[in-house]
């Protein structure tokens, strides 16, 4: 277990909570729902799931990059699937204190790890709602991921990708006051 500098949460733990809960959302999707909208503008449920599984070839090649990346798959569902087992094998093996390479920068592995589980966990919500689903980010995944989001994704100054945060009181369930920091409308 390798506590991340940003946080005390086991960064291979979360990263396998994401893609857990995001799995249960992926299977759901039938081929009838990948032309459906999704919360990321501009990007039908197809394109969010390449999107997906492009990030879990990155987060392969990442932790061993001899693994490659897989090509492009005419299934996106079932290549989720698939590419997810390889990120949840290869993940908790890995010195998450060791420098990894993704995209031209290199970073802590632990670090990359707490990126990641964000991304997938909230695309994993963006999943079910264009499946016209009710699954919630779990709250323990929401809360582990809400102790450390201001520091990937800050409040001003965001990365063009994130729009402005959403109004939400502090009472809200913890998987609506991640979304809405992230910019999506969790009701």
């Given amino acids: 277990m390798t506590r991340s500098p940003i946080t005390d949460i086991d960064s291979a733990e979360l990263l396998v909570r994401a893609i857990d809960y995001t799995l249960v959302n992926v299977a759901a999707v039938r081929r009838a729902d990948l032309d459906s909208a999704t919360p990321c503008a501009h990007w039908n449920l197809r394109t969010l799931l390449d999107h ?3 990030s879990l070839d990155a987060l392969c090649a990442a932790a061993r990059p001899s693994t490659g990346t897989e090509p492009p798959a005419a299934d996106p569902v ?3 699937g698939a590419r997810a087992a390889r990120v949840r ?3 908790p093996e890995i010195d998450h204190d060791s420098p990894v390479r993704l995209g031209g920068r ?3 592995a632990d670090v990359l790890a707490h990126v990641a589980a964000v991304e997938i966990a909230v695309h994993g919500w963006d999943v079910a709602r264009a499946c016209a689903a ?3 980010i779990p709250d323990e995944l929401a ?4 102790t450390f989001i201001e520091l990937i994704v ?3 100054g965001r990365p063009p990708q994130f729009h402005p945060p959403v109004a939400m009181p502090d009472s809200a369930p913890a998987d609506e006051r991640l979304l809405a920091y992230l910019g999506r409308y969790p009701g």
């Fill in 52 to 54: 997906l599984n492009d």
């Fill in 78 to 80: 079932l290549a989720f």
């Fill in 89 to 91: 094998a290869l993940w």
């Fill in 106 to 108: 290199t970073r802590r």
């Fill in 134 to 136: 009710n699954r919630p």
């Fill in 143 to 146: 809360r582990a991921i809400l």
């Fill in 154 to 156: 800050p409040e001003t």
